[in-house]
């Protein structure tokens, strides 16, 4: 925690970006909820940009929604995914705070780097990671929850988010904070 308050932002901006990355399941959302309540911080969460059609390449609408209005200090506005096929628009606002946790997967890509200040990556073994999303999601999802993990696979392998990240956790242990 203290190497997280101590970061700096990205030159020229004043609200520090903590991306909680890692693959689905993990533990990201319970370590960024934690981390919001020691840091005062709101939370993006990448699955409000994300959907089981479009699981990893939503990422330039992120970008230009939040981290770039972030980056010039002001309000950041954005569209959420409909998760629930209802049809029914919901929007999402952030301010440029001291800090922002940018919590999901994928959160820590190269091309969100230039904005983040400090990159967390929650690591945990693929069967548990299942079994979380099975339990939240239920069983019919296994096929979804199975292609899913293939493009989170593929993207750790181009990426390889854990490699550069500040801090690397274990999501089946108890988490810091």
């Known amino acids: 925690m203290r190497a997280l308050r101590s970061s700096r932002p990205p030159a020229g901006t004043a609200t520090r970006i903590v991306a909680v990355d890692g693959p689905g399941g993990a533990g990201k959302s319970t370590?960024?909820?934690?981390?919001?309540?020691?840091?005062?911080?709101p939370v993006v969460h990448t699955d409000d940009f994300a959907s089981w059609d479009e699981p990893l390449d939503?990422?330039?609408?992120?970008?230009?929604?939040?981290?770039?209005?972030?980056?010039?200090?002001?309000?950041?506005?954005?569209?959420?995914?409909d998760w629930s096929g209802s049809g029914?628009?919901?929007?999402?606002?952030?301010?440029?705070?001291?800090?922002?946790?940018?919590e999901g997967v994928s959160a820590s890509r190269?091309?969100?780097?230039?904005?983040?200040?400090?990159?967390?990556?929650?690591?945990?073994?693929?069967e548990l990671r299942l079994a979380r999303g099975?339990?939240?999601?239920?069983?019919?999802?296994?096929?979804?929850?199975?292609?899913?993990?293939?493009?989170?696979?593929?993207?750790?392998?181009?990426e390889r988010p854990h490699e550069r990240a500040d801090a690397v956790v274990r999501g089946d242990r108890e988490l810091p904070l």
């Open 110 to 126: 190269v091309a969100f780097r230039p904005f983040l200040a400090f990159a967390i990556w929650v690591e945990t073994p693929r």
């Open 134 to 158: 099975l339990e939240r999601d239920g069983e019919a999802m296994r096929g979804q929850w199975e292609a899913w993990m293939a493009e989170e696979d593929a993207y750790v392998e181009r």
């Open 58 to 81: 939503w990422w330039p609408r992120l970008r230009d929604e939040v981290l770039v209005p972030l980056s010039r200090g002001e309000r950041a506005r954005y569209r959420k995914s």
């Open 88 to 102: 029914r628009e919901e929007w999402g606002e952030v301010s440029p705070e001291a800090f922002v946790v940018l």
């Open 31 to 41: 370590l960024a909820e934690r981390l919001a309540e020691a840091l005062d911080a």
